[in-house]
C-alpha cells in the first residue's frame, strides 16, 4: 500500500530494449536525482546493455526490499520480546533479565 509521499513504480519490460532504457532513465531521474543523463539514455545507450542493467538493479532492488522487510519484521519480534519479558518481570515470583535491563544494571553496577 502506498503512503501519502510515494508513487507507484512504472512497470517496465526489462527484457526489450525500450523497458530496459525506460528503467535505466526512471532510476537516474527519481532515485539518483540525475537529469543530465537522459539524452544518451535513450539515444545512445546500447539496448541489450540497458536490458541487463536494468534487470541487474531490479534483481538487487527486490532483495534489498525483502531484507528491510525482514529486519522490520525482527525487530517488531524483539519489541514484543522485550515487552513480555518486562511484563514477566512484574511478577514478584519470577525475573527474566533482558539485554536492555542486564546493559542498565551492569552500568549503574559499573558507576556505582
Known sequence: M????????PAFNLYTPDGGRGYIDHLFKNVLKRHD???????????????TLAQHFDR???????LQQRLNETDQRMDE????????????????????????????????
Not at 502506498?2 to 513504480?9: G, R, V, W
Not at 538487487?60 to 525483502?66: F, I, L, N, Q
Not at 518486562?86 to 559499573?110: G, Q
Open 37 to 51: 543523463y537522459r539524452q544518451y539514455i535513450n539515444e545512445r545507450l546500447a539496448g541489450d546493455f540497458a536490458c
Open 81 to 112: 520480546l522485550i515487552s513480555a519479558v518486562r511484563s514477566i518481570n512484574h511478577a514478584k515470583h519470577h525475573e527474566v533479565l533482558c539485554l536492555e535491563t542486564m546493559s542498565r544494571s551492569t552500568r549503574s553496577a559499573r558507576s556505582g
Open 60 to 66: 538487487v532492488t527486490a532483495e534489498r526490499d525483502a
Open 2 to 9: 502506498l503512503t501519502e509521499n510515494e508513487t507507484a513504480e
